[in-house]
């Protein structure tokens, strides 16, 4: 999130604390967020947007931290890993829910947030060494969030209660204002699984109605569970698409166990299988990647594999981790004292030509040929405007082939990976065998194409 965040410069915007401050006003040690000034972020989305790059921004919306005041107010003590019990009587509890925002000055808004804009915290300074969440005082949880702890609703920091008209009110009015300052294309909205699902719908319908503008929207619900991810994009009407966590996992299973997983089954119980338009599919991003949340390494033999199966078929809606393009190093400590040090290879010339086939070569008709536990392909017939498609083949053994049928009777197609050399021509009917090498993967192309 690109809005200041309670450590100010330092905060790269999950904690969040002023939602109209982009790098403008001194707040927080610092006018600059971790990203810049708002002039600096401005034109760094013209530009992309200039080169045909669409810009979806990154929102929270469930919590807000670094209260410039505390706030004494009644609340009951619930227990932590269990929020629909109490944990004690209801009590004056006193905490920072008050947000002046004194040094924006009211520019853009002045609303002050106060504790009745929130319907819990976990610390009590009259109380500090109490375990907790408390809710406030007229105040209950949202129904329809994550049932993990009995109802999820509470995250961290101050809680933002969607359920309160002047909050909601206040949200819809900062969604227009940021918009329409930014001229973003999207939104990825974070920690869904803790907000209602229909305020996200009513957000989008609102900003988008006042704007006149079609905003993409998906929202991080991190959670290996296809009927709270269908719940939740249900909840939306459709209107947010979310990220295939399931997917995901059976990545790293394959990765991690390349004679046991059959890949005939890597799509199954996904939500990109059950949802096509509605899946945002990943092999990475910046939890899954070692020292984070919720670290789950897809092995680096695998990740082009992986890439393949989510950049050259019809299905889903792909993304592309930064790490997973250019390689990271991550460096941890361990109980040792020594420093242990994490090297994950670059695959950015791969993932390009899968780029490539896809913008110039993946369409049409999609046949499958998964009728090998250890080796699947696909082909995309291609249409009149991208004549020729493509033929896939993956391996987690041996080196291996795939009889397919192209639509494209009595021609040469090429590697465009290059792993395997030479040509292979297709009959009269547009069949062919196609190889590949062992854990591997090879793209077919048209010999004609480039």
């Not at 803790?194 to 998906?218: G, I, Q, Y």
């Not at 008709?365 to 696909?378: L, M």
């Amino acid at each position: 999130p690109a809005y200041k965040g309670a450590g100010g410069g330092s905060d790269v915007g999950y904690g969040v604390y002023d939602l109209y401050d982009l790098g403008e006003f001194d707040q927080k040690g610092s006018v600059r967020t971790m990203y810049g000034t708002k002039d600096e972020y401005l034109r760094a989305i013209r530009a992309a947007q200039a080169a045909g790059i669409q810009v979806y921004a990154d929102m929270v919306l469930g919590h807000r931290l670094g209260g410039d005041e505390q706030e004494e107010f009644m609340a009951t003590p619930m227990d932590p890993q269990d929020r629909t019990q109490a944990v004690g009587e209801p009590r004056q509890i006193r905490a920072w829910t008050h947000f002046k925002f004194e040094g924006r000055g009211g520019e853009y808004s002045d609303f002050e947030w106060h504790w009745w804009h929130f319907n819990a915290t976990d610390h009590d300074d009259n109380d500090p060494g109490f375990n907790a969440v408390y809710l406030f005082e007229g105040k209950g949880f949202q129904p329809d969030v994550d049932v993990e702890f009995g109802n999820y609703d509470y995250l961290l920091g101050c809680n933002v209660d969607v359920q309160s008209d002047e909050v909601r009110e206040e949200l819809f009015r900062w969604g227009r204002w940021y918009v329409e300052t930014t001229g973003i294309d999207g939104v990825r909205f974070d920690a869904v699984k803790h907000v209602s699902p229909s305020f996200f719908r009513e957000w989008l319908e609102h900003v988008r109605s006042e704007l006149k503008t079609d905003l993409f929207a998906v929202g991080e619900y991190w959670k290996y569970d296809k009927d709270d991810l269908l719940r939740f994009r249900d909840g939306t009407g459709g209107q947010v698409t979310v990220f295939d966590t399931i997917l995901h996992d059976n990545f790293v299973a394959a990765s991690r166990d390349a004679e046991g997983f059959d890949l005939r089954t890597v799509f199954d119980g996904t939500l990109v299988q059950q949802d096509p338009t509605g899946a945002v599919t990943l092999v990475t991003n910046h939890d899954t990647q070692p020292l984070q949340t919720n670290e789950a390494v897809v092995e680096p033999w695998f990740v082009p594999l992986a890439h393949a199966l989510i950049l050259l078929r019809e299905g889903g809606y792909p993304v592309v981790f930064l790490a997973d393009y250019d390689g990271a190093e991550y460096t941890s400590h361990g109980d040792d004292g020594q420093e242990h040090h994490i090297v994950l290879p670059s695959h950015r010339w791969l993932i390009d030509r899968f780029l490539e086939a896809r913008r110039d070569l993946a369409y049409g008709q999609q046949r499958d040929y998964f009728d090998d536990p250890r080796c699947i392909g696909w082909v995309r017939t291609g249409d009149e405007e991208h004549p020729g498609g493509v033929a896939v083949v993956l391996s987690s053994g041996d080196a291996s082939a795939r009889r397919m049928q192209t639509a494209s009777p009595g021609t040469e197609y090429k590697d465009a990976t290059g792993h395997m050399e030479g040509a292979v021509t297709t009959d009269e009917e547009g069949w062919a065998e196609f190889p590949c090498e062992a854990g591997s993967v090879s793209v077919w192309v048209p010999v004609a194409y480039g």
